[in-house]
């Protein structure tokens, strides 16, 4: 399995701020994907992001909200911006494992805002 | 539309007892199906997967799992619960055919072990 890391594993931030998160895989993925976790909840699928087109965004996400990049095969960014204290949450990334069947994830990105 | 159900929010049974944590799917296609196992401030892992071949999965950590597309099921098992296995557990389904690697989590079921 790859092996995914993710910066800041956790911070504090006041509303109307923004927050980048970084994930870093040790091997070239094609496909990454971003979820989250609010409190006490199941993971929900944010966005799908391909190195060398437009993240796609599931339903109730958006560009503006949730940017994201993806420079190349082994990192993207989740930006979360104009904060408000509902996007407190944990924030994953997970990458597609060599099977084209499961994912594999970060160990999360704990945000709360105040 | 794939969904999946977890019928059970949360679970506890004794150390040295089964676990038995249920799970019912709905899928147009032929899905994958997972379960993933979340400790307390830690990140996800994988258990075990189904993928069409097996309708019986042996997972990690003497985890099972039986697909049963009559039942559109897949509950997961273990002989003997020990102290470690408290945690989070989901139930995720994927499409097989039909676009990316999508997973669609169920609620999750918190399984508390006593001794």
């Known amino acids: 399995s790859a092996v995914i890391s993710q910066k800041p594993s956790r911070d504090i931030c006041q509303r109307g701020t923004s927050l980048t998160i970084q994930c870093q895989v040790d091997s070239q993925v094609t496909m990454m994907f971003w979820y989250r976790q609010q409190p006490g909840q199941s993971l929900t699928l944010i966005a799908t992001?391909?190195?060398?087109?437009?993240?796609?965004?599931e339903s109730g996400f958006v560009i503006d909200k949730f940017p994201i990049s993806r420079p190349n095969l082994t990192f993207s960014t989740l930006t979360v911006s104009n904060m408000s204290p509902e996007d407190s949450s944990i924030y994953l990334c997970?990458?597609?494992?060599?099977?084209?069947?499961?994912?594999?994830f970060g160990p999360g990105t704990r945000l709360t805002v105040t | 539309a794939q969904s999946v159900t977890q019928l059970d929010s949360h679970v506890s049974v004794s150390e040295g007892t089964p676990v038995l944590l249920r799970c019912n799917y709905s899928s147009s296609y032929s899905p994958s199906l997972f379960w993933y196992v979340q400790h307390p401030n830690k990140g996800l892992q994988l258990l075990l997967k189904y993928t069409s071949a097996a309708t019986l999965v042996k997972g990690i950590n003497g985890f099972e799992a039986e697909f049963k597309k009559s039942e559109t099921s897949f509950h997961l098992t273990k002989p003997s619960a020990h102290m470690s296995d408290a945690a989070e557990y989901f139930c995720v389904v994927s499409p097989v055919s039909g676009g990316y690697n999508k997973l669609i989590f169920g609620a999750g079921t918190r399984l508390a072990v006593h001794p």
């Open positions: 992001a391909n190195q060398g087109s437009e993240a796609t965004y």
């Open positions: 997970s990458v597609v494992g060599r099977h084209g069947y499961e994912q594999y």
